[in-house]
């Protein structure tokens, strides 16, 4: 029996807001960001040679926003449901990512600066801390033992891309290119979506539909 069943319930339609209003906090986000890409001042080909570490910035954040975005999405639609603990940690989250477009356009105006780089770096360490949080609130809303902590029991790459922050905040004093490339090391590593909870949802999916139908009602 799944002790956790009445809570889950209670908790369902709760889960579907907090995703659309993540949804929506990442779009405005991701706006934000791409707002900072200001056209050059000269028509040709070569004044767009400034805007070089702008865009590279955009694009790298662009693609960890999108990682956060892709993981959440899954991580939530994995959960039973979720809790008050739950919320707080989403919008701890949610107040990290945030971050992220002042530290692009800082990086971005000064690719080769120790502390704007170092700052980027910390703000993504951060990003990685608080979904951690989220994950274990969440965790602790399905209780353990169950499908949904199997799926996250094993989590090798977001442990590799804690160090890989921890690593690029530190040499970035040394060499900002060297903490630029562990960044991307680290997009790199998650360019491939998260399938843990892939086969949760997919079970899950099933089962509903069944229920429909035994139900006499037409699945979606």
């Known amino acids: 029996m799944n002790h956790f069943g009445p809570r889950s319930v209670r908790f369902s339609t709760e889960a579907g807001r907090l995703e659309a209003f993540s949804d929506g906090v990442i779009a405005v986000i991701i706006t934000i960001m791409v707002l900072e890409l200001r056209p050059p001042d000269g028509t ?116 590799v891309s804690l160090a890989l922050y921890i690593g690029a905040i530190a040499i970035s004093f040394l060499s900002t290119i060297a903490a630029d490339a562990l960044f991307v090391a680290v997009a790199v590593l998650w360019i491939v979506p998260d399938r843990r909870f892939e086969p949760l949802i997919a079970k899950r999916t099933d089962a509903k539909k069944s229920a429909d139908t035994e139900g006499g009602r037409t699945p979606e």
């Open 44 to 159: 040709d080909l070569r004044s767009l040679h400034a805007l070089i570490p702008t865009f590279s910035a955009y694009v790298l954040s662009f693609a960890f926003i999108g990682i956060y975005w892709n993981n959440h999405h899954h991580m939530l639609r994995a959960s039973d449901g979720i809790d008050g603990r739950a919320m707080w940690a989403n919008l701890h989250l949610l107040f990290w990512l945030s971050l992220v477009p002042f530290t692009t356009a800082w990086l971005g105006r000064n690719p080769f600066a120790p502390v704007p780089t170092a700052l980027y770096g910390i703000v993504l360490l951060m990003d990685a801390v608080a979904f951690t949080i989220l994950q274990a609130a969440l965790l602790a809303v399905n209780g353990p033992g169950g499908a949904f902590a199997n799926a996250v029991a094993a989590d090798v790459k977001g442990k």
